[in-house]
């Protein structure tokens, strides 16, 4: 018996490889685990969301603190300084580029601090 393959299609969907002769057609499907052996480094930039940031170890230990001064020199009645704590301000947060802290920082941090500062996270 002879069997020949004109085309396989293969996809992989939520950590599943399935195999076919179409997207219709699926003969095989199993779960996919990957494990890699080596671990990438991250890079930030400054178009690097503050969540990606403080997502990372390094970024909570170099920006976390600059953030909470930021934060307590508002005051703890100060409108921005509440909003920052509310849900709402934890999202406008992490979706903020590393460049718009320097304009909010009313010109205390410069464009050159904060790469510095990116500099650190390697």
């Avoid at 671990?39 to 400054?46: D, H, L, Q, S, Y």
Wanted: aromatic share 6%; glycine share 8%; proline share 4%.
């Amino acid at each position: 018996m002879t069997v020949r393959f004109c085309m396989i299609w293969a996809a992989l969907w939520d950590r599943h490889v399935s195999i076919g002769r179409s997207s219709r057609d699926l003969v095989l499907s199993a779960p996919l685990t990957v494990t890699s052996t080596v671990e990438v480094p991250r890079t930030f930039t400054i178009h690097s969301t503050m969540g990606e940031i403080l997502a990372d170890e390094k970024g909570k230990e170099v920006f976390g603190p600059l953030l909470k001064n930021a934060i307590s020199e508002l005051g703890v009645d100060d409108p921005v300084a509440s909003t920052l704590f509310s849900d709402r301000g934890q999202s406008i947060l992490n979706a903020l580029p590393a460049s718009g802290l320097t304009l909010f920082s009313g010109g205390r941090l410069t464009r050159e601090i904060l790469q510095n500062l990116l500099e650190r996270l390697k």
